[in-house]
């Protein structure tokens, strides 16, 4: 009965070294040529990048384009990443990158394009959960929907945020007060 | 405080898992990846990067004044000589230090592209008041027009060196970048006119040689925007 506890104390004292590398550690590995580091990299940073994406995207498919659209970019400028930074930040502010690119050049196209029925879209994986968010968030501009999105279900700082989006701290503040203002108006009835 | 409806709703949706992508895929941008992964150089830091804009829009300046005639700079006394230095340097490597920070992803700006324009503004408002009692306007407006034009036509120059010494970074928001990136080139054209106008009404001083960072910060944005357009289609 007592083996369990013996063996979450063994696991208390395994030493730091044994510890998954971080994706800073990763990072600069990546940079020197590590091609193990790389592959690492794009299995611990792409869950959170996929989300992040799956958020605002119309399908599955979608998100999956922009994710790979977002490593290619991500290799193409990996110098850019500084050694000591913060690695999710920088990844992040790559992908909103991405992510806006990819909603200017798309809304461009279907104004000049009538609807294709036959164009058929993958369903989201959980539908559920994104209307769901769609619903609580609808009242928010973009920018504000944003800084909950990485706040909230990202779990990010506001210096993580700033980093992200490239604005300052003061900034994302601002635009965080603002959506919970608009946020509480909606849950108490108020008109908005 | 958020309101507990939505603080809770929002727990409850952080809380719950999303899928994770597609294996299949992780596998394949991998593979796309390890095909082409040499060691890289990082960037150098920000305070080198920094260093190199304040010194190429420096050396731009004093280039073109000198060729032009340092009309200006003789005209005033060692006091206003020694306050200009005084404001426009400290100026300089703010602005170059929030320019380097745009052309970095993920690095933290402590002011915004207004705030650039609008702190340069006011800085030089405030120096130039500070340095000339002056307060005649001969020929207002068509010394005035000739000295706008030629601190953009100087920030030109400095504006395409600093994009060749940032060219390794990547603007996560261009307009941004180019805004703060055009008010540096800006600053640039005012140490150009400073060295070479001696024109020291202070209304001409206030309005035309400020007028040249929020000008070139304008013309920045203005070229980046159609340089997005651009590479979109």
């Known amino acids: 009965l007592q083996q369990p506890e013996r063996a979450g104390d063994r696991a208390e004292r395994t030493p730091p070294a044994r510890a998954a590398p971080s994706p800073e550690t990763l990072m600069i590995a990546y940079q020197r040529g590590d091609t193990a580091a790389a592959t690492a990299l794009i299995r611990r940073v792409s869950p959170l990048l996929y989300r992040l994406f799956l958020a605002d995207a119309a399908s599955r498919a979608q998100a999956e384009d922009l994710l790979q659209e977002t490593w290619l970019r991500i290799h193409r400028i990996r110098h850019t990443y500084r050694p000591g930074a913060p690695v999710m930040p920088w990844a992040y502010a790559i992908a909103r990158h991405i992510r806006i690119d990819h909603y200017r050049r798309s809304s461009r196209i279907s104004a000049r394009e009538q609807s294709l029925d036959y164009e058929a879209v993958a369903p989201v994986a959980e539908p559920a959960r994104l209307e769901e968010l769609d619903a609580l968030l609808a009242p928010l501009p973009a920018a504000q929907r944003e800084v909950i999105e990485m706040l909230k279900l990202a779990g990010m700082s506001l210096e993580e945020v700033a980093r992200a989006t490239s604005s300052t701290v003061g900034s994302v503040k601002q635009k965080a007060h603002r959506a919970y203002r608009r946020l509480r108006a909606r849950f108490k009835g108020a008109p908005q | ?233």
């Open chain 2, 1 to 233: 405080v958020i309101d507990p409806g939505a603080e809770e709703a929002l727990s409850r949706m952080a809380a719950r898992p999303l899928p994770p992508p597609d294996a299949a895929l992780l596998e394949r941008i991998a593979r796309i990846l390890e095909a082409n992964v040499r060691p890289v150089r990082p960037l150098p830091g920000q305070w080198l990067l920094g260093a190199q804009l304040v010194l190429l829009c420096a050396t731009v300046a004093v280039a073109a004044s000198a060729w032009a005639g340092l009309d200006g700079w003789r005209s005033l006394a060692t006091w206003q000589r020694l306050i200009l230095l005084a404001g426009l340097v400290p100026l300089a490597v703010i602005v170059a230090r929030e320019c380097v920070k745009r052309w970095i992803p993920g690095s933290l700006p402590r002011l915004g592209p207004a705030a650039v324009i609008a702190g340069s503004c006011g800085v030089l408002v405030l120096l130039f008041a500070v340095l000339f009692r002056d307060y005649r306007a001969t020929h207002f407006i068509a010394s005035g027009v000739g000295c706008l034009e030629q601190g953009v036509l100087h920030a030109i120059p400095a504006a395409i060196l600093a994009a060749l010494v940032l060219r390794r970074g990547f603007a996560v928001r261009p307009i941004a970048a180019a805004v703060t990136g055009g008010a540096l080139a800006g600053l640039a054209g005012v140490v150009f006119l400073e060295l070479h106008c001696p024109n020291l009404e202070a209304p001409h001083q206030l309005i035309w040689h400020t007028a040249v960072v929020p000008v070139s910060a304008l013309l920045g944005a203005l070229v980046a925007a159609s340089l997005a357009r651009l590479t979109r289609r």
